[in-house]
């Protein structure tokens, strides 16, 4: 064999192998684009659920275990902020939703979870809320795309709202919307 021909062979040998990477990658990108999400409310498990903040919204968290410790006892509304030690955006979006007027009053609840060590959140929650240390795993386990993440969740551990909060989110806005319509035992209070 001359060494055009090896030449030649050796090139139609890498096309070959190119063509099924770039197979591989298409499918990848297919799954990743369709969501491969189960039904809302159809009892699927975290891990194959969520992809979006949207596709969050309606999930039940089960009433047993590390997912339903992320709910806090009697209160009408939890909002779970996901973070990452470390984080400027993490520390800047907790600052801001411990002075949120009703985290701040007690009336929604207030529970960071995060990646690593709790010390940093609990200086920037200033004692008005709790913190889930190295929580990687619920991180996982919701797919959290990125920190800071937000979600709301209702008494009964259903996720209301869920969001990716940027330096421009309204804070306060976002939780009285995520709060929303208040028991009339609170009304009344």
């Known amino acids: 064999?001359?060494?055009?021909?090896?030449?030649?062979?050796?090139?139609?040998?890498?096309?070959?192998?190119?063509?099924l990477g770039l197979a591989g990658l298409l499918r990848q990108v297919t799954l990743l684009t369709r969501g491969q999400t189960g039904p809302r409310?159809?009892?699927?498990?975290?891990g194959d659920a969520p992809?979006?903040?949207?596709?969050?919204?309606?999930?039940?968290l089960p009433l047993t275990g590390d997912l339903a410790d992320l709910v806090e006892p009697g209160a009408h509304r939890t909002v779970v902020a996901f973070i990452?030690?470390?984080?400027?955006?993490?520390?800047?979006?907790?600052?801001?939703?411990?002075?949120v007027p009703d985290v701040d009053a007690g009336s929604v609840a207030l529970v960071a979870?995060?990646?690593?060590?709790?010390?940093?959140?609990?200086?920037?929650?200033?004692?008005?809320g709790r913190c889930v240390g190295q929580g990687r795993d619920l991180l996982d386990r919701l797919?959290?795309?990125?920190?800071?993440?937000l979600m709301a969740?209702?008494?009964a551990g259903t996720i209301v709202a869920a969001t990716l909060p940027d330096p421009d989110t309204d804070l306060t806005g976002w939780v009285r919307r995520a709060r929303g319509p208040v028991p009339l035992a609170e009304e009344q209070a």
């Not at 409310?41 to 975290?46: E, H, V, Y």
């Not at 992809?51 to 039940?60: A, E, I, K, T, Y």
């Not at 990452?84 to 002075?99: E, I």
């Open 113 to 128: 979870v995060s990646s690593g060590s709790c010390d940093p959140a609990l200086e920037e929650l200033g004692g008005t």
């Open 84 to 99: 990452s030690p470390g984080c400027p955006s993490c520390a800047l979006t907790l600052r801001g939703l411990a002075g």
């Open 143 to 149: 797919q959290v795309p990125a920190t800071p993440y």
């Open 153 to 155: 969740v209702d008494g």
């Open 41 to 46: 409310g159809s009892g699927a498990t975290p």
């Open 51 to 60: 992809r979006s903040p949207r596709d969050l919204v309606g999930f039940r």
């Open 1 to 19: 064999m001359s060494f055009i021909e090896s030449a030649v062979l050796l090139a139609w040998v890498a096309l070959v192998l190119l063509a």
